[in-house]
């Protein structure tokens, strides 16, 4: 039997006036994670607020993209208390973690040189899940919702909400192909190492 998948999506602190900008300057605001298998079947689901400490005050700009509010992170834990609920609700069960991209994984790695948390969540092998399911469609637009409406789906709740963001890609998991899933393993841990 497969292992389950844990899907993640994170938001972060975000600008519409500070130009371009990277993981380095961003914050998790929030942290949304269903465990799935690879059918899509959602077994069990995480989500907090993060407080952020670099920029406390969350700009309008991502209150309206995110619908997260002041008060939401105000009240909610910072980065390495987030990532220990995280890790006390993965409680040593087995498998990989995905995103819809690459984003996930960089903004997690660049929080963790900012603020450690050494959390076992980290330690699973990450897969592209946005990548997976491009080489199995061969279809070119790869936003979460043209994927979604690819296969005759709508968004489900509100988009750029990590929970929420994360339900809708594990319900792609069933027209992804498991061996490229599994071929995709790890490539970014390999890039860093």
């Given at each position: 039997?497969?292992?389950?998948?844990f899907?993640l999506?994170?938001?972060?602190t975000?600008w519409?006036?500070?130009?371009?900008y990277?993981?380095?300057?961003?914050?998790?605001?929030?942290?949304?994670c269903?465990?799935?298998?690879?059918?899509?079947?959602v077994?069990?689901?995480?989500g907090t607020f993060v407080?952020?400490v670099?920029?406390?005050?969350?700009?309008?700009?991502?209150?309206?993209?995110?619908?997260?509010?002041?008060?939401?992170?105000?009240?909610?834990?910072?980065?390495?208390?987030a990532m220990?609920?995280?890790?006390?609700?993965?409680?040593?069960?087995?498998?990989?973690?995905?995103?819809?991209?690459?984003?996930?994984?960089?903004?997690?790695?660049s929080?963790e040189?900012?603020y450690?948390s050494?959390?076992e969540?980290?330690?699973?092998?990450?897969?592209?899940?946005?990548k997976?399911?491009?080489?199995?469609?061969?279809?070119?637009?790869?936003?979460?919702?043209s994927?979604?409406?690819?296969h005759?789906?709508?968004?489900?709740g509100?988009?750029?909400?990590?929970?929420?963001?994360?339900?809708?890609?594990?319900r792609?998991?069933p027209?992804?192909?498991y061996?490229?899933?599994?071929a995709?393993?790890?490539?970014?841990?390999?890039?860093n190492?």
């Open positions: 039997m497969a292992r389950p998948i899907v999506d994170l938001e972060a975000c519409e006036d500070r130009g371009h990277t993981v380095d300057a961003t914050e998790i605001i929030e942290i949304g269903v465990m799935a298998t690879p059918a899509g079947e077994l069990d689901e995480f407080r952020p670099n920029d406390p005050v969350l700009s309008e700009f991502c209150t309206r993209l995110t619908s997260i509010t002041q008060q939401d992170v105000d009240q909610a834990p910072v980065y390495q208390d220990r609920l995280l890790d006390d609700w993965v409680s040593h069960r087995g498998g990989i973690w995905g995103s819809w991209g690459n984003y996930d994984f960089r903004e997690f790695a929080m040189q900012r450690p050494h959390c969540f980290q330690k699973k092998l990450h897969v592209n899940l946005k997976s399911w491009r080489q199995t469609t061969r279809h070119s637009r790869t936003g979460l919702r994927a979604l409406a690819f005759g789906l709508a968004f489900e509100t988009h750029h909400r990590g929970i929420d963001d994360a339900r809708n890609v594990a792609l998991l027209f992804i192909d061996h490229k899933i599994l995709g393993v790890g490539a970014l841990q390999s890039d190492s």
